[in-house]
């Protein structure tokens, strides 16, 4: 079951595997946790009709704000696909992702996931078993923001 509670995203997800490995495929990547997770760029014809994902969560930002949105995994999720989506390239944003446990797998921007569109979509893989169990979390930052910049923000569990 999913449901969003006061900004807190709360969706049934992983057992934890503490063997993970980060492999950016640019040099946008600001920080990395080292051999734990695998992050590529995700493919828009990648959906499986028997994955869960969280309702895409709308809202804005602005320049030099953060927003940290929660996802709570239970067990047996084999990765994550993750969607920032602001559509307007003129506009910064980059993604920072953290394990329950606290490791940082990455700060990711627009250009990421192998293109310049206003979008960073990510798959993280464990490399071994399954995606850590418990609360993950997703810092999005306005790096460089005209105003404020609308965005939806969504997690798919495969």
């Known amino acids: 079951m999913l449901c969003i509670v006061a900004g807190l995203l709360v969706v049934p997800v992983a057992s934890a595997a503490e063997e993970y490995r980060v492999n950016s495929y640019t040099d946008d990547t600001l920080a990395s946790a080292g051999n734990d997770y695998v992050v590529s760029p995700s493919t828009e014809d990648s959906a499986d009709t028997e994955d869960s994902n969280i309702s895409p969560l709308s809202t804005h930002i602005s320049q030099g704000q953060t927003i940290t949105h929660y996802v709570s995994l239970g067990s047996g999720i ?35 996931d192998g293109s310049v569109n206003g979008r960073i979509h990510l798959n993280i893989d464990p490399s071994q078993g399954y995606v850590a169990q418990g609360t993950w979390k997703f810092k999005v930052y306005g790096e460089s923001v005209s105003g404020t910049e609308d965005y939806t923000f969504n997690v798919a569990l495969h």
Not at 81 to 106: A, F, Q
């Open 78 to 112: 084999n990765y994550l696909e993750v969607d920032l989506n602001w559509g307007d390239t003129s506009d910064s944003l980059t993604l920072s992702v953290s394990t329950p446990s606290g490791s940082n797998v990455g700060t990711y921007r627009d250009n990421s």
